[in-house]
C-alpha cells in the first residue's frame, strides 16, 4: 500500500514540477515578448515622428535641401541622442581622416598653432620637412587670413580645419611676421613693440611625418623624450632616442606626456613593453562587466627610473602609459589630474563610407582602477605659473626653465638617480623671473 502511494506522491511531484516549469517558461517568453513589443513600438514611434518632420519638411519649407547633408545630421543627431561624448557619426570624409589620425604621416600645411589674444592664429611649431617650412611660414608667424577670409571672422577652429587637404591643393595665407625674425624662428608677431612686416605665402599641401618624440639631455644626464601623441612609428623613435640617449649615459628618463591626446592604444602599449617588467599593461571591461587582457609587456625592460609629467591635457591612451608606470611601481608620476579618458571606441563603418563610433568597453589600469570620469592623479602634485603655461604653449619653455620638468627630475633623484646637476644646483635648474609670473 505505501508503495502505491509513493508512487502516487512521485506523479504528483513531477506533475506539480512540470507545471512549474512550464509556467516559469510562459512567464519568461511573456516578459521577453513584451520587451520585443515595446522595442518593437518604440523604434515605430521614432520613425514615425521622423516621416512626419520630413514629410511637413518638404510641404512648407522654403529654402533647398541637401538631401545628405540631412542624412548625415540625422546620423549625427541620433548618436548625439545617447547623451554620450564618446557616441559620434562620422561622415565618409571624417571617417577617411580619422582612420588616418594614427598614422605618423598627415596631409596638408603642417603647422600648430595656438589662437592668440586677437584670435587670430600664432604659429608654435612647423613641423620639419613639411610644405609649410617649405613655403618659408616660421614658427611665430600670426596667420590673420585664410585663402583671402579673417581668421576672427571664420572663427578660429573653422581656420585650422582649413590647414588639412588633400595634396596637391593651394591654401594662401596673409600674416604678419616680426621684422627680426631669424633662423627659422620668428619672435611672436603679437608681441607688444616688435616692428611686424605683413607677407602674403602660399603654401602646396602635401605629405609630411609627424613627429611623436622629441628628445634631448638636461640637467647633465637626463634623458628628456616628449611624446606628443602615440602613432604606429611611436614606439621605434622612442626606442631609437632611447637607445642614443643611453649610450652617454643617462641616469634616468624623463618621459612628458602633458597635451598627450593619446591616440592608438596599441602604440602606447608597445612603448610600455620597452620600460616594464613582464605583466599585463592594457585591460578592457565591456557591458558583461568581464574584464580582458589585451596588451602585456614582456620579461625585458629598460634598468633606469621613469618620472611622467601629466596635465589636464593627457587623454586616453597616454593616462593608461602613466598609470601603468605608476602601477608596476616603474616611476612617479607629477604634475596635475589627466582629462579622464578611459573608453575603448570603436569605429563601426557603414555601407556608404561613413561610420559611427561607438563606447564598446571601458580600459583600466595594470591595477584594475578606472580612468573613464576619474583620470589619474599624479603621486607628485606640481602646477606651472601662469607665465611658464603661456611659455609651453607656446612651445617656448626650455625644459630647464620648467618646474614640472624639474620637479620630474627631483622625482628621479628620490628614486636613486644621480643627477649630475639637480634643480636648484646651479643656474639652469632656477626659474627666471619672466617665467613666474
Do not use: W
Amino acid at each position: 500500500m505505501s508503495r502505491r502511494i509513493s508512487i502516487a506522491a512521485a506523479v504528483s511531484v513531477a506533475a506539480v514540477a512540470a507545471a512549474a516549469a512550464v509556467t516559469l517558461t510562459y512567464t519568461y517568453a511573456m516578459d521577453a515578448f513584451n520587451a520585443k513589443v515595446a522595442d518593437v513600438n518604440e523604434r515605430q514611434a521614432l520613425y514615425t515622428k521622423l516621416s512626419e518632420i520630413d514629410r511637413k519638411t518638404r510641404e512648407d519649407y522654403v529654402g533647398a535641401i541637401d538631401e545628405k547633408a540631412v542624412t548625415d545630421g540625422i546620423c549625427a543627431g541620433y548618436l548625439a541622442g545617447l547623451g554620450d561624448p564618446h557616441a559620434k557619426y562620422l561622415t565618409a570624409k571624417q571617417y577617411q581622416a580619422y582612420r588616418n589620425s594614427a598614422d605618423s604621416k598627415s596631409t596638408g600645411v603642417g603647422i600648430r598653432t595656438i589662437r592668440d589674444a586677437d584670435g587670430n592664429m600664432e604659429v608654435v611649431e612647423v613641423v620639419p620637412g613639411s610644405p609649410a617650412e617649405k613655403a618659408g611660414i616660421k614658427k611665430g608667424d600670426t596667420i590673420l587670413q585664410v585663402d583671402g577670409k579673417d581668421v576672427v571672422r571664420v572663427t578660429y577652429a573653422e581656420a585650422v580645419q582649413q590647414l588639412d587637404g588633400a595634396a596637391g591643393s593651394r591654401v594662401a595665407f596673409r600674416l604678419l611676421r616680426a621684422e627680426n625674425a631669424e633662423n627659422g624662428k620668428a619672435e611672436s608677431a603679437a608681441s607688444s613693440g616688435v616692428a611686424v612686416q605683413a607677407m602674403d605665402v602660399t603654401v602646396t599641401r602635401g605629405e609630411y611625418t609627424l613627429r611623436t618624440v622629441v628628445s634631448s639631455l638636461v640637467n647633465g644626464n637626463v634623458a628628456y623624450l616628449k611624446l606628443s601623441r602615440f602613432g604606429e612609428n611611436t614606439a621605434e623613435d622612442f626606442n631609437s632616442a632611447v637607445s642614443s640617449l643611453m649610450r652617454k649615459g643617462v641616469c634616468g628618463l624623463v618621459v612628458d606626456l602633458r597635451g598627450n591626446s593619446g591616440g592608438s592604444v596599441k602604440a602606447a602599449a608597445a612603448v610600455l613593453d620597452t620600460l616594464l617588467p613582464a605583466g599585463t599593461t592594457v585591460q578592457s571591461r565591456g557591458r558583461d562587466g568581464k574584464t580582458t587582457a589585451e596588451y602585456a609587456s614582456g620579461a625585458n625592460e629598460v634598468e633606469l627610473p621613469v618620472s611622467v609629467i601629466i596635465d589636464g591635457q593627457t587623454s586616453g591612451a597616454a593616462e593608461l602609459f602613466a598609470a601603468d608606470i605608476r602601477d608596476f611601481k616603474k616611476g612617479l608620476t607629477v604634475g596635475n589630474t589627466t582629462a579622464g579618458d578611459g573608453a575603448k571606441e570603436t569605429a563601426v563603418p557603414l555601407s556608404d563610407g561613413s561610420a559611427m563610433v561607438l563606447p564598446t568597453a571601458e580600459y583600466l589600469t595594470a591595477g584594475g582602477g578606472r580612468i573613464e570620469g576619474a583620470g589619474v592623479t599624479p603621486d607628485i602634485q606640481k602646477s606651472l605659473s601662469a607665465g611658464q603655461q603661456a611659455l609651453l604653449e607656446k612651445n617656448d619653455l626650455a625644459p630647464s626653465l620648467d618646474a614640472q620638468v624639474q620637479t620630474a627630475v627631483t622625482a628621479l633623484a628620490r628614486q636613486g638617480a644621480k643627477v649630475k646637476e639637480p634643480p636648484g644646483a646651479s643656474p639652469s635648474g632656477s626659474v627666471p623671473e619672466s617665467a613666474k609670473d
